[in-house]
């Protein structure tokens, strides 16, 4: 009996051995001995099925780090660090997939449809973390912006995937390095910092009407 | 165990506040060649990095130059100037410590994960996540199993990518500054990242600690922790946590000088018993590698760096330390073209001038082998010592590279050796492991 699992390994198995998706789900589907009826029943395409091994990774991670015994006193900071670098470990096993999957996207803006699934889990998992870190004021609240963090943790994600996959040092340790280095910055930039002196210095400044004629730019 | 000093506050006579204010400045500088980069490139796209790396370079080394102390002073006297440089390097890279930000709690867990495929919490049972040290390319945490206090090192990734490169970058700026030759440098270099590298081989290093504390295990008042290779890989080292006071927590204390003298006997033992029994040495003296532990004996962490002394070094530069050789200019004269302090084609007025001033300096070196005791904590020694090498660093003679690459390490190990003994103001009987000489060198 086919499942899910079964499925995308034989998907995997025959992508990675043949460079290219299957011409078509009957040739796929005859190959690992099922009907082309069985496989939509698990999966309306083949890119279903690879973003849903995408969303997989990324499901894994999160259960497992949040078995971990210190993540109940981990910051903000410190569990986004804790997805990335499981999620890292755990793509390891899968390697030759995802540099296949990643590699194959077109080189535009969007985001691709094999990685919709995992952007919207991801965002809901850092929503989760931003929005902690707001309540224990780790983060900075700021109009407008701080709805957009899990945005930049997510630019942040596609980064360090496209740094992962091009990583030739033994054990992916600069990929380690880019992920300590980057998550911090980011958060760096959550918290309070110089940027919030100046927005309330412009704010101040803009409040003054005396000294927005005298810098030139008063509407009247 | 543990690094309570950050590792190089004290091998260098000035406060941790006064250097890393130095590194401040020269992270300014820095970043202000990146500045100063960037613009000229606005307007020149085809600029390359060249002159961007020597800038950094250059205030990177000025940088360093400033922070050399009396140590420093000290090590460069055998081997003359090429020895500043490395000595510089060491600095730096330990110094790079107070700039690294420590590891966040999910890289430690990582990095767990990477060697034993389990998270720290598994492994013992209690770890703390918070580092209580950072030692010279990692940090240290306190872990507990089977009631077991256990001390356990976390390196840095990409600490040895970083020293390669590191090297690359200021190895050009250098040459011209010290006016040598790239292929007179080389061998020094070489000797210098060797080692470095061999810092960053944790798995080394566990097989050293335990091969090494083996091997003194037999000194009197000399402890080491115990090393858990089991729980050691490439970037983990586990092992005893040893308590006790650090050279200058002890020092506060206003210890008694029969307690001074019984600690400064240890360090005495531990080192030439390495060097004239094991000819391979802790090449790392820095007060922050000892412990005072509260039976008042010696505690000894950190194998990172040891230097193997080949014989062809080892009998030429300790038979020197016998007066009965330096009585002996023939012979003295062998030894010194053995360890390249003469060279084959130097005239017969340099070969006159060398053998003056390195008699005189390794005369000085082996004062305390002469007799069967030695008085540290007098500062006449010191002051002749600090004096002749502030002398010689200024002749012009000394300028280009001599000595074997062998000096670095020794130098470093056999004056840092002296400096903790001037700390502790210890007098220590020198007869206990005696060099072995030989009078006489085949004509080579």
């Not at chain 1, 889990?121 to 109009?143: A, T």
């Not at chain 2, 590298?197 to 295990?217: G, M, N, P, Q």
């Not at chain 2, 400064?264 to 532990?293: C, K, S």
């Not at chain 2, 000085?364 to 540290?376: N, S």
Request: hydrophobic share 35%.
């Amino acid at each position: 009996m086919a499942t899910i699992e079964s499925i995308q390994k034989a998907y995997i198995d025959f992508v990675l051995t043949q460079g290219e998706q299957p011409k078509s789900v009957y040739i796929f589907a005859k190959k690992i001995k099922m009907t082309e009826e069985e496989f939509y029943r698990f999966f309306g395409s083949f890119d279903a099925l690879e973003q849903n091994l995408w969303t997989g990774f990324a499901v894994k991670t999160i259960a497992e780090i949040k078995t971990q015994e210190v993540w109940s006193q981990y910051s903000a900071r410190e569990k986004a660090l804790s997805f990335f670098y499981s999620f890292f470990e755990l793509l390891k096993s899968s390697r030759s997939f995802v540099v296949y999957s990643i590699k194959k996207q077109p080189k535009t803006f969007a985001t691709p449809q094999v990685f919709q699934g995992l952007k919207d889990l991801f965002e809901n998992f850092c929503n989760d973390l931003i929005v902690e870190g707001l309540e224990s004021n780790e983060l900075s609240e700021r109009k407008f912006f701080s709805n957009r963090y899990k945005d930049a943790l997510w630019v942040q994600l596609v980064f360090v995937l496209n740094f992962w996959i091009n990583d030739n040092s033994a054990g992916f340790e600069k990929t380690d390095e880019a992920i300590e280095k980057g998550i911090n910055v980011t958060f760096d930039l959550f918290q309070r910092s110089p940027i919030d002196n100046l927005l309330e210095y412009g704010r101040f400044l803009a409040k003054h009407g005396g000294i927005k004629q005298s810098m030139g730019f008063g509407s009247n | 165990m543990s690094d309570n000093t950050p590792k190089e506050q004290n091998s260098i006579p000035t406060s941790k506040v006064q250097r890393s204010a130095k590194f401040v400045k020269t992270g300014f500088k820095v970043g202000g060649n990146y500045i100063k980069h960037y613009s000229k490139k606005l307007f020149n796209p085809d600029m390359d990095k060249t002159e961007l790396n020597e800038d950094n370079a250059a205030d990177i080394y000025e940088s360093l130059s400033e922070l050399k102390g009396s140590a420093l002073k000290v090590a460069q006297m055998l081997s003359m100037d090429k020895n500043l440089l490395p000595q510089a390097y060491t600095d730096k890279f330990s110094q790079s410590q107070y700039n690294a930000p420590p590891l966040s709690g999910p890289l430690i867990v990582q990095t767990f994960k990477k060697y034993f495929g389990k998270t720290p919490d598994k492994i013992y049972d209690k770890f703390n996540v918070r580092s209580s040290n950072a030692a010279s390319i990692g940090q240290v945490h306190q872990a507990e199993l089977n009631g077991k206090k256990l001390a356990v090192k976390i390196q840095y990734p990409g600490v040895g990518d970083s020293i390669s490169s590191d090297l690359k970058l200021v190895k050009p700026f250098a040459f011209r500054l010290l006016g040598m030759s790239e292929k007179e440098l080389d061998i020094y270099m070489k000797e210098v990242e060797e080692r470095l590298l061999e810092e960053t081989d944790y798995e080394l290093e566990v097989r050293r600690s335990i091969e090494f504390s083996t091997a003194c295990a037999g000194l009197d008042n000399v402890v080491f922790p115990k090393y858990y290779p089991e729980l050691s890989s490439k970037r983990i080292i586990t092992m005893d946590w040893l308590e006790g006071k650090h050279l200058r927590e002890f020092l506060q204390t206003n210890p008694s000088q029969e307690l001074r003298n019984k600690i400064g006997q240890a360090l005495w033992d531990f080192y030439n018993f390495q060097q004239h029994e094991l000819r391979a040495v802790h090449a790392d003296p820095h007060p922050g590698n000892f412990m005072i532990t509260s039976e008042n004996k010696l505690g000894i962490i950190d194998f990172g760096c040891i230097k193997e002394m080949p014989e062809d070094f080892y009998y030429p530069f300790f038979s020197l330390t016998s007066t009965g050789l330096m009585e002996n200019k023939e012979e003295t004269i062998k030894a010194f073209r053995q360890l390249e302090m003469i060279h084959v084609n130097d005239s017969p007025k340099q070969i006159e001038f060398y053998y003056t001033m390195y008699r005189q300096m390794i005369g000085l070196f082996a004062k305390p082998y002469i007799t069967d005791h030695f008085d540290f904590g007098q500062t006449a020694f010191f002051d002749e010592l600090y004096g002749f090498g502030e002398k010689v660093s200024k002749m012009p003679e000394f300028k280009q590279a001599r000595g074997v690459k062998h000096f670095i390490y020794v130098n470093r190990t056999n004056f840092g050796l002296y400096n903790i003994l001037h700390e502790l103001k210890a007098e220590v009987k020198t007869d206990t492991f005696k060099p072995h000489v030989t009078l006489e060198f085949a004509a080579s």
